[in-house]
C-alpha cells in the first residue's frame, strides 16, 4: 500500500553521503555567468555555461532552484531538462570525460534575505540586490555544484542599469554602456573557491574608495544610509587587520581586491563572500553608538577578513567542520583586535560575550559536541549557533595557550601553504598544529571537541582563628552528560583590607569530583574565594554560600576588571539556576550598574537585570519591580556621566517602561517637556516608546505613531511601523496579523519579522488566549511549508513565552511527542523553549 500523504515534502537539502560521492565524479570547474537585470523587474535572466572534467563515469546532478529553465545543452546537444526536486539530472550516455552544460533560465528575486535578495528603499524608492548563500543556497542565482569541495572559478557578465554600481568577487575588467539605459560589466576570472562564497551585489549603491598598499578597497552603503557611514573607523579596522593577518599568517591576501557592502534586510551579522564581504546595516549607526557597538562592528570587520585565508583560501572539505571556520575566525578577530587596534579589552570582552553565549547554549538540552557529525545542509543551518562560535573559539583560545602562541602560528603557516585553493579537515588542521608544536593533540581533541555541555567548578572550604583548615576543589557535570575533565586553573583568596583586595593565587589542576588543596591550609581567611581566577579553564563557577553573601554586598569594591567580570557571570549563572533569588539579582544591579566603570560590563548587567525582570520575576510582582527599575533608570540618567553611560541607562530606561504613568513621563521626556542634561532619545528609542504607548492603547498613540514616521521615514520606520501597529490591543487587529503570519506575510521576510515582534505582550494576555492553542496547531504545518527562515522565525516571535506557567511547557511537550525525528529544527526548538519555561518556573520560585 503506498500512502502518498505520509511521505515528506519534499526539502532542498543535499547530504554529506551525496556531496562525497559527487565530489568523486566532478573536478576542473569553471563556471561562466551571464546575469541580466532590468530595473524594478520581479525576475532576471541568467544563462551559465559550466566546464567540468568528469572523474568516474555515471549521472551527475546539479542544484538548481530557479523557476523557468529556457534552453538546455549537454555538450552542444539540446535536451529537455530531467528536473526532480530541486535539482538537475545529466544523463549519463551524455556525459564524457571533458564536459560543458549550457543553461539558459529565467527566476524570482527571493525576499528572504537569502539568494538574490530584492530590497526597494521606502525611503526614496531605489532598488537594491544582493546575493546570500551560505551554506546551500549558490544555487538559487544559478546552477551548481553547490557544495564546498567543488571548488570552480568564475567569469561573471552582468547588464545592469547605468547608475547602478555592480559588485563581485573580483575586479570588474570592463564596463560598458549599452544603447538601452544599462551598462555591461565583466569581471576577472576568479581563482578557485567554494560555490557559497560567490557573491553578485547590484544598485545605486555609494561607494566610498581607499587603498592599503596595491590592494583597492571599497564601502559601499545604500544612498539613504550615506550620511551615517563613517568611513574612517572602518577602513582604519580593515587596514589594522590587513596588517596583523598578512604577517601572522605569513600569507599574502590571496584575492584581488577587498570591498565591505552594507546591505539591507541581512539575515546574519556579515558574510564572508570572496574579496566582496556583505555587513548587516546595524553596523552603519544611523544613533549614537557606544564603544561596545563599535568594538562589536570592529571584531566583525576582522572575522571576515580572517575568513578570506580560512575559510576562502582553504575551506573546510564539508559542513561537520563548520565550527573550526567560525571558531577560528572568531577567535582570530579577538587575538587581532587586542594586537592591532585601539580595542584593548577585547579579551575581556570576550569573557563577557562569546564564552557567557557559550556556557549558555552549553547548558540547554540541545547542546552537541563541538565537532559532530553533519548529515546535510539543513543540520548545518541548525549548527550556526553558540557552540560553533563561542565553545568552539573559546576551546581554540585555551588550545593556543596549551600549545602557545608561536607554535599555533606556525602550524597555521604551514597549513595554508599546504592546502591553498583546497579543502582540509579538522584531522589536517591539527595535525599542522601537531607540526608547529610538536605536541599530540588527540586527546585534548577528544576531551574538548567530542564531548558535550559543561562542568561547574565550585570550591568548599572551612576556617577557624582566622586560618583555613581545609579546601576542595569540585567539579561536576549534569545528569544528562556525565563527563568530567581535567581543568587546570586558579583559585583566588580575596581578603578585604584598607587598601582593597589582597589575592592570593593558588593554582589547582581536577580531575575527578573533588581534590585537596593542601597548600591552602593555614593560609589566612579569605572573605571570599573565586573559583576560575583569571579564567583559565572553560567552566561554570558557583560561588560558596559565604563567599556569595560577601560578594552581594561588595562586588562593586573589587578593582580587578576581569574578577569583577567572573563574579558578575557567576552571579547571573546562580541566578539563572535558581541558586539566587532574581530579586536579589536586580537589586543589585541596580545599587552597582552606575558604579560600574567598565561600559561593556555595565551594559551586560544592565541586559541581564532586565533579562531577568522579563523572565524569572514572578507575575504578581512584576509591575512593581518594573517601575522600581525605572524609578533607578530615571535618577541613574541624572547621575551619570554623558556618552556611554547616558546611552545605556537611556535603553534600560525604555525597557523598564511598563506602566501607563512610567510610559507617560517617558513621552514627556520624549516631548521635551522633561529634561535631562546630556540626554536626549535616539531614534529607535523613540519607536520603542511608540510600541508601548500603542501596545497599551494609551490615548494619542496614534498620533505619536504618524509624528514618528515623519521623523523617520525609512526602513527602519516602516519596519516600527508595523510592529506598533501589530502591537494594538484589539481582537481585530491580532486576528488581521495571525492570518497573514499563516500566509505570505507582509512582503519580505525582514517586514514579517518586525510585524511578527509585536504581537505577544505579557499584558495583553488576556486577548491573546485564542492564539496559545493556535500556536501549537499550526506551528508543525509551518515548518513543512515555509522556508526555515520563515519557520524559525514564526517560532521565535510567536511562541507564547510570555506565560511562563507549566500549561505551556506541558502543551509543548505534548506537541514534541508527535513531532517526528525527520524535523530536527522544530524538535530543536521546542526542547530549549521548553527548557526555558521550565527555567523559568524555578527561577520564580525562587524569588524571595
Ligand atoms: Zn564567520
Redesign the pocket.
Known sequence: MTDTASEPTFRDVLTQIEAEDRAARVRDVRYTLDIDIQPKASRYRGKATIDFHSAVEGPVFLDFRGRDILRLTVNGVEMEPDRRGYRIYLPEEALGAENTIEIEYENEYDHTGDGFHQFIDPEDGREYLYTNFEPFEAHRLFPCFDQPDIKARYRLTVRAPSEWEVISNSRAMRREPRSDGRTEWEFAETPPFSTYLFALVAGPYRVVRDRHGDLELGLYVRESLLRYLDHDEVFEVTKQGFEFYTDFFGYPFPFDKYDQIFVPEFNAGAM?NVGAVTHNEYMVFRDPPTESQRRGRAETIL??LA?MWFGNLVTMRWWNDLWL??SF?TFMAYLALERATRFKTAWQDFNATIKNWAYRQDQLPTTHPIAGEVRDTEETFLNFDGITYGKGASVLKQLAAYIGLDAFRDGLRQYFRQYEWGNATLRQFLAALETGSGRDLKAWAHLWLETPSLNTVSVDWEADDGQLRRLEVRQSAPPEFPTLRPHRLDIGLFRRTKEGYEVTVLPAEIEGERVEIPEAIGLPKPHFVLPNYNDLAYAKVALDQASLEHVLRHVGDVDDTLSRQLLWSALWNMTRDAQLSPLRFIRLVLDEAAKEPLPELADAILNQGLAALGRYVPDRLRLAEAHRFFERAWEALHEVPPGDPKILWGRALVAAASTPDDLHRLGELADGKHAIEGFTLDQEMRWTLVTKWMAHGLPGAEERLEAELRRDPSDRGQRARLRTLVSRPDAAVKAEAWEKFQGDGYGSLYLTVAAMSGFNWWHQRDLLEPYVERFFEAVRGIFETKTLEYARAYFQQLFPAYRVEDGVAERAKALLAEVPESMPPLRRLLLEAIDEAERALRCRAAAR
Open positions: 564572508e572575522h571576515e575568513h571556520n567560525e575566525a
